[in-house]
């Protein structure tokens, strides 16, 4: 803390007064602390102070805990397997995939850190991706977890905070219907002879083609940087990207391990671009991490211990392979161990939306 | 003289009083079956009703659907009337009392479970959205038996939901109906010393239950359960019913 921050610091001293008279009251430690904030032209050594000296002062862990119920916004849109659509089971409408396994993590891990008394149900928010960003920042969710990557430029926001990876190496993959499309970057892979450089094949390979991302995305940040001589479409979904026929669309963008899902699960007649010796070509390295605010430092420790410790354990690799390598239908897997979520949290009439040229291009 | 004629009309009167304590007896019981049966009806019409709209439910190219709550009360309406003849929103009169006061109730638990798939149903560029007449049936009875002392629950030998799993009396029932001819009437059997009333509707699998329940058997169907390689015809479950006479 520092001097210019006092205002902010005697409030916080306040909300601790407001919810934990009584410790603080019969202490007594707390009106000498403010007393001695006054004199003390930097208060954030009493805030400091009183955390130290009351660390169980009311904190975003201690407010899920008492209020039961970890608030989790996650992609309306379909990012399968990461999310699927929510289908109708008859335990009611339910939304699987490998991130709502992840949330079921989270809400256990939270449930024995709050005393394993009662559980702490996770309230699942399904929310537009992008505005996934704005209902964190404003308050209304606890965490997001979205297959969503924060070692891209310009993908993190001022004001959030990226875990540890639960989900490792992935990365940005395109996918493509005519098979001049792949000649066109492999004529380009060959022209590098053993000395591979991915975006400048990519660049001479896609120029003048027109390349779909959906808004908001790392793959979309990343066409608007990199590719600068292709006609550039911003999509609402992959759904959209994928059913627009005016204009024509010859490469879509997304994570790599969603359409190698989809391309074998949903549109067979897309193709993933390869490598010339048919290895998985991705544009860039990401690595998936959940999100939260910038000021929930103890929610941090607690999703990167939680991560580090499902890392460890092999947790996450098995659940990688559940979701990426394993044959299984999605609405099985919904039925049985798929989440409610608040309907009346969903965009009205929601659809996968539209697809329009991107600004300035 | 007095005295044979007190002789002559006693057995009289105890008969009388015999016979209309039989029928004032009876008269509930009857009512608590027609009620059964009406209900079982009305959850049948339901199930129908989302069984028709499947094409649509499940067509990727159109958002709203137009499959509203009251889009589906309408149809359950005029399916209700064409299979009993009654009018449960305009003319009730034929009912019994205790169907007056359930059946309402059991078609708002319906119209309940249309509004909570909307955002499922109205989803576009989805296809199967596992909204079917089993899952639509689970949820039905389930929000009507929350809400009321009838419980209602379909179940099935096989089942894909352990939920739906038949409890003995249901078991041994079932693995009768299931060897013999089909049949359009409820089973029902008083029980508990003639408290509890217990119906039993048969469900016979229909063309387009084999989509997901014919052969191969074995093979995983589109919700990703195996099929049961069933037939036309063949008993595919059935709706149970238990109605206490002394909860009400």
Known sequence: MIVGKSGICIRSIMRMLQHCPKEYGSQGIVPFLIALGIFLQGCGLVFDAVEWVHPLARHELSAICSKGQVRVGISVEPFRPFVFPAVYTDEGVRVTGLDVELIREVADALTTYCGGQTPIVPTLHLTRFHDLFLEMIEGKLDMFVSSNGGNIPGARPAGLWYSIPYFHNDGIGAIIQNPEVAERVRAQFRKQAGNPDTLAAIQAGLSGLTVAAQKGTTSSLYAEANLLNVRLLICDSLPASVETKDPHIDVILSKHSILDYVTNHVWPDWHLLTRNDGAPLLLTQENFSVVTVEENRRLQWFLNNLLYRLDETGRLERMRRRWLEEDYAPTRRAATEGLPFEVSKVPDHYDQGQCRFAAGR | ?248
């Not at chain 2, 057995?11 to 009388?16: A, E, Y």
């Not at chain 2, 049948?44 to 889009?71: C, H, M, S, W, Y």
């Open chain 2, 1 to 248: 003289m007095k005295f044979r004629v007190l002789l002559l009309i006693s057995p009289s009167l105890v008969f009388f009083l015999t016979w209309s304590s039989i029928s004032w007896a009876q008269a509930p019981r009857e009512e608590i079956e027609n009620t059964a049966q009406h209900l079982a009806t009305l959850l049948n019409v339901g199930r129908l009703i989302v069984q028709r709209n499947q094409a649509l439910i499940n067509d990727p190219r159109i958002g709203n659907k137009g499959f509203t709550p009251e889009v589906f009360e309408q149809q359950v309406l005029d399916e209700f009337i064409r299979e009993t003849h009654i009018d449960l929103k305009h003319d009730s009169s034929q009912l019994p009392s205790l169907a007056k006061e359930l059946l309402p109730v059991l078609l708002e638990s319906s119209k309940e479970v249309v509004a909570d798939a909307q955002l499922v149903i109205n989803q576009r560029g989805i296809g199967y959205k596992n909204f079917v007449p089993a899952t639509f049936g689970s949820q039905a009875a389930r929000k009507f038996s929350n809400r009321s002392y009838v419980k209602i629950k379909q179940t099935t030998l096989n089942p894909r939901n352990l939920k739906n799993t038949p409890d003995a009396y249901e078991e041994n029932l079932l693995k009768r109906l299931a060897t013999k001819p089909a049949i359009d009437t409820s089973i029902t059997e008083w029980i508990d010393n003639g408290t509890t009333l217990r119906a039993v509707t048969p469900i016979y699998y229909s063309q387009d239950c084999l989509v997901c329940h014919g052969d191969p058997k074995g093979i995983l169907d589109i919700s990703g359960y195996p099929r049961e390689g069933a037939k036309e015809g063949e008993l595919a479950g059935a709706i149970s019913i238990r109605i206490p006479v002394n909860k009400r």
